[in-house]
């Protein structure tokens, strides 16, 4: 066989025989038998997209990425982890159907967490957070990460990036969400931030920064990776049950007096549809329209829903108003709860 054929042959396609698994048998493989790659995935597109990013507004740096079990980027390695989920079509269902929603499940979502991941990358690469004039306009970098954070929506101090005002969780992440603001190809800040004065600095300085580090190699030039997808030996269950804990509901009769006026037990209405059939019958996109309005995640609404249809169940709640209005109820109830489940309950941040 000539040298020009050998080049031109194509790749042997992996064997992955858990493709074709049932979802009981799929979760009792181990992450780091499932054999993944981002080479030749919708996630190699998008990196390369990151990189003509970068490489627009003159920045060397370009960070590595490997699959892990989550989006993050570690202390001191100026790399990325994407979820394993992407980086298959069987995963992605797998995980849209376990958790209602996938982080990163569309280009556009993929590169809004990419343009984020690659702020704090940058940061690690560049040692920016070491500038006293990043802590001037961010903070202390040092802070301690809190187990939850209470956002206020209505502050006009941070930009509006990733969901649940996720800027308003650490320094951090105040720097990583405006980078990804000022990086996003004709996202026109200035004239988005203008009456935003706070935030608008904040953007203007980054733009400064990224001026100033514009040709520049990273100081820090480590490839190292952290908790590859070849090393965890968790299986798929396992990683599903640990999610859901994370972002599940914990508390009961905790619906009680907004169920019952939003429906009743009237004997006059023994002959309407349950409360819990109706909330059934409209659960999906009800949990889509609080989730859009909240920024909360789609998995934890539904808890919430959850937790309210068992408690109309155990009520033995009816409908007593027409569905149009209930549904509206239903969706003002539920984004009342899962707002309060934000502020007062555990939000957690994942890093």
């Known amino acids: ?5 050998k080049s031109t042959r194509r790749p042997r396609r992996r064997r992955r025989p858990w493709v074709r698994y049932s979802d009981e048998r799929l979760l009792e493989t181990r992450l780091c038998d499932l054999d993944l790659r981002i080479e030749r995935t ?43 989920f992407l980086a298959h079509p069987r995963l992605t269902r797998l995980e849209a159907k376990r958790m209602l929603e996938v982080e990163g499940g569309t280009e556009a979502s993929c590169m809004r967490i990419l343009r984020h991941e690659a702020g704090h990358a940058l940061d690690t690469a560049y040692r920016l957070h070491f500038r006293k004039s990043w802590r001037e306009v961010f903070g202390q970098y040092s802070t301690p990460y809190p187990d939850y954070y209470r956002p206020k929506p209505n ?10 005002w ?3 969780a650490h320094p951090a992440e105040d720097f990583a969400e405006t980078f990804a603001v000022w990086l996003k190809p004709r996202s026109e800040w200035r004239r988005r931030y203008r009456d935003w004065p706070a935030a608008l600095r904040k953007l203007e300085y980054v733009d400064e920064l990224m001026r100033d580090i514009s040709g520049q190699p990273p100081k820090n030039r480590s490839r190292a990776v952290v908790e590859p997808i070849s090393q965890l030996e968790t299986t798929l269950h396992q990683y599903y049950d640990r999610k859901a804990e994370r972002y599940g509901v914990h508390w009961s009769d905790f619906y009680d007096r907004d169920l019952r006026r939003l429906f009743s037990t009237d004997p006059r209405h ?34 919430v829903l959850s937790e309210m249809i068992e408690r109309c169940r155990e009520l033995k709640l009816r ?30 941040i994942p890093i």
Request: hydrophobic fraction near 40%.
């Open 1 to 5: 066989m000539s040298a020009r054929s």
């Open 42 to 84: 919708p996630l190699a597109r998008a990196v390369r997209r990151l990189y003509a990013e970068l490489d627009e507004r003159g920045i060397r740096f370009k960070p590595h990425l490997w699959l892990s079990s989550e989006w993050f980027s570690p202390d001191g390695v100026p790399g990325i982890a994407v979820p394993f």
């Open 155 to 164: 502050s006009r101090n941070y930009v509006l990036h990733l969901d649940a």
């Open 166 to 168: 996720y800027a308003q």
């Open 270 to 303: 023994a002959r309407r549809p349950s409360a819990a059939r109706f909330l059934r019958s409209v659960r999906k996109g009800v949990c889509e329209t609080v989730a859009q309005w909240t920024g909360a995640h789609t998995y934890t609404v539904d808890q």
């Open 319 to 348: 409908l007593a108003r027409p569905a149009r209005e209930a549904r509206s109820g239903a969706v003002l109830l539920l984004i009342v709860h899962t707002m309060h489940r934000v502020h007062v309950g555990r939000h957690e």
